[in-house]
């Protein structure tokens, strides 16, 4: 074996729950808020993708290192040393929202495997993918649903690889990359706001550390300097694949849809389906296969941190390494808030309204959240000698201060 492929796979090895956190970020409701954000701005909004990612290495590392060193997730450790009211405060906004936006992605992976297959309907897909999940998170292990998860992870190539089918003006998308252009309009700071609260959602906060729990227990870890590094490096990795996959979605959608005239985009299929005949079947294909790879990859994280949440509130046992009949309490969670998304649509609540409720909910709980991480992650009580440096101070008082504006800023508009 080469040096080059030692070094591939020992980089490999590395990468875990960060990846997997990161990945996930780019759901099909995410895959839609870029979308429309091409559609309507063509690439003026590319900026956010180097903007934000910062922030959410600041604050995903901050909620690795709880989970790694209290060996507790975020819930566990906010209810052991926070009062009880801030516990439920949290719950009551984080199921609405997290159900929410497994309702939006479920949609959005039935619509486009009905685009497709035709022949199948739009519910029986969703249906499908739904009991797939199900069955996969029960009955297979920890260590394979990790393992699958994070193979899943390739499918975000496909929206790297679509605009290099397409010819773009390079010169033109460095410059709105590294020099943003700001307008002062409603519709602007709406898709601004849709953004960060796609990009950072609180519902990656308990799934990443939890998942850091998840692997000291398999894995027999010590925590030290060496595993905080690499847990450093596996979240710095994950978020930069996340950030240069909703780069390339925008940059897709900007140049294809804005340019052609469609600003206007309420769905993944429909961003999947103006595609076909301004960018070809092949560019459409990719577009349509990712929003189902992703769909499988995120629901997963979503349903898996509600569970975590709630079982950490209510003591249950949890974890996806303990069979059924030993953590009924956490899987019945899970299964039940598959389903329930499921027909959140049925219900009458479209994909879109679900997404715009879901981003105001996020927007809440969002900064709260993160004034709570950043005081954990400052208390030696709980961290001892990892707590924050200066820099990790900064960079998380920053993402409050983003998130509250863009709170804010929801509202206003």
């Not at 559609?39 to 959410?56: C, E």
């Not at 495997?113 to 920890?142: A, D, N, R």
């Not at 397409?166 to 307008?183: G, Q």
């Not at 000698?385 to 993402?399: E, Q």
Request: with cysteine.
């Amino acid at each position: 074996m080469t040096t080059f492929k030692k070094k591939i796979i020992s980089f490999w090895k590395v990468l875990g729950p960060g990846l997997v956190t990161g990945a996930s970020d780019d759901d099909p409701s995410g895959i839609a808020t870029y979308s429309q954000a091409g559609a309507q701005f063509g690439t003026k909004l590319l900026w956010t993708a180097i903007v934000t990612y910062p922030l959410m290495v600041s604050i995903q590392e901050m909620c690795a290192r709880i989970g790694l060193v209290s060996g507790h997730g975020l819930m566990g450790t906010i209810k052991k040393y926070y009062p009880p009211y801030i516990l439920y405060l949290i719950l009551l906004v984080s199921i609405p929202s997290i159900i929410l936006n497994i309702g939006a992605d479920i949609a959005g992976m039935g619509a486009v495997g009905h685009l497709i297959f035709p022949e199948i309907p739009v519910f029986v897909c969703s249906i499908s993918f739904t009991t797939l999940l199900i069955l996969s998170i029960v009955f297979l292990s920890y260590r394979r649903i990790a393992m699958i998860l994070k193979w899943l992870c390739i499918v975000l190539f496909s929206y790297i690889a679509i605009p290099f089918m397409l010819k773009i003006n390079w010169l033109s998308v460095l410059h709105d990359t590294f020099i943003p252009k700001i307008e002062y309009s409603s519709d602007y700071f709406v898709a601004l706001v849709g953004i960060l609260g796609t990009t950072i959602s609180p519902y990656l906060f308990f799934w990443q550390a939890s998942m850091e729990v998840e692997e000291i227990q398999q894995r027999h870890l010590v925590v030290d300097k060496r595993v905080i590094h690499s847990m450093q490096s596996d979240v710095r990795w994950g978020m930069l694949l996340t950030n240069i996959v909703f780069f390339f979605i925008i940059l897709t959608t900007g140049v294809v849809l804005f340019q052609a005239g469609i600003f206007h985009v309420d769905t993944v299929e429909e961003a999947a389906h103006a595609l076909q005949p301004l960018a070809g079947d092949n560019a459409y294909l990719l577009f349509a296969v990712g929003v189902i790879g992703t769909g499988l990859l995120a629901v997963p994280v979503l349903s898996g941190a509600l569970s975590y949440m709630i079982a950490e509130a209510f003591d249950w046992q949890e974890g996806l390494d303990k069979k059924f009949h030993e953590a009924k309490g956490f899987y019945i969670t899970l299964i039940i808030s598959m389903v329930v998304g499921l027909f959140v649509n049925v219900i009458g609540i479209s994909p879109i309204k679900a997404l715009i409720y879901t981003a105001v909910l996020y927007g809440m709980i969002a900064p709260i959240l993160i004034a709570i991480i950043l005081h954990i992650s400052n208390n030696k009580t709980i961290m001892g000698k990892f707590v924050n440096t200066p820099l990790d101070n900064l960079m998380g008082f920053l993402t409050m201060l983003v998130m509250t504006l863009a709170a804010v800023a929801l509202i206003m508009l």
